[in-house]
């Protein structure tokens, strides 16, 4: 497809387990950021890639989180020992440049923790 | 931290009325950006604002850029049913264009 494209829509898992979520941006879009929305709040920064920079990892908020992204392709992003507070919906973009105002949304992962 | 403040959470109004939205921040911006989500998507860009006082149109949606750069709002002319969504605005972090920081969105009902 042309778009940003993420894996699962949905994943629903139970507290403790890792999971593992993955984005495919847009062919030659070289910036790719992970943000997060919780229910009813506004998008919270994660993670930045750009080409083969170190990443921003300034928004991830414990060491649960990791993402990684090989080259300018796909990216997954784990979250270690789920607990209930990480349900929310993830959602990627990439961008051509490194401006992240020129960005593209994929439609998310709605991550549920029970 | 920069914040940035949309209020109310929720607007109800009638087909075929104009709403206006506004979001407010205790810091300056450099850059102002309206976006739209309809469930299960993923936000999509409306309108970037790039210069204090500017003012930009796009089809029925027009959006200014407060001259104080604490400031912008996002005006929607003649409201249709596909007008439902969550409109957030939304800034670079301090300048770096790399990361965005979002308002908590507004929740736009259009009643036929």
């Known amino acids: 497809g042309a778009g940003v494209s993420q894996s699962p829509s949905n994943k629903v898992t139970e507290k403790g387990k890792d999971v593992e979520l993955r984005c495919d941006p847009i062919s030659g879009h070289t910036a790719l950021y992970w943000y997060r929305q919780r229910l009813g709040q506004g998008l919270e920064f994660l993670i930045y890639f750009q080409g083969n920079s170190a990443p921003d990892k300034s928004g991830l908020p414990s060491d649960r989180f990791s993402a990684e992204r090989t080259g300018e392709s796909v990216s997954t992003l784990t979250i270690q020992r789920t607990q209930q507070e990480d349900s929310a919906v993830y959602l990627c973009?990439?961008?051509?440049?490194?401006?992240?105002?020129?960005?593209?949304f994929g439609q998310g992962t709605r991550l549920t923790v029970v | 931290g920069q914040q940035l403040n949309q209020s109310p959470q929720s607007m109800f109004i009638q087909e075929g009325e104009d709403v206006s939205m506004n979001c407010t921040s205790s810091?300056?911006?450099?850059?102002w950006l309206w976006y739209k989500q309809e469930p299960g998507e993923g936000p999509v860009l409306l309108i970037a604002?790039?210069?204090?006082?500017e003012l930009t149109s796009n089809g029925r949606l027009t959006a200014q850029f407060g001259i104080t750069r604490k400031d912008s709002f996002l005006n929607i002319s003649a409201s249709i049913p596909s007008d439902v969504g969550i409109y957030f605005c939304a800034g670079p972090f301090s300048g770096a264009n790399s990361k965005l920081t979002f308002g908590k969105g507004i929740t736009l009902s259009v009643r036929p």
């Open positions: 973009a990439s961008s051509l440049g490194r401006m992240a105002t020129e960005a593209f």
């Open positions: 810091s300056i911006f450099n850059t």
């Open positions: 604002l790039y210069k204090a006082g």
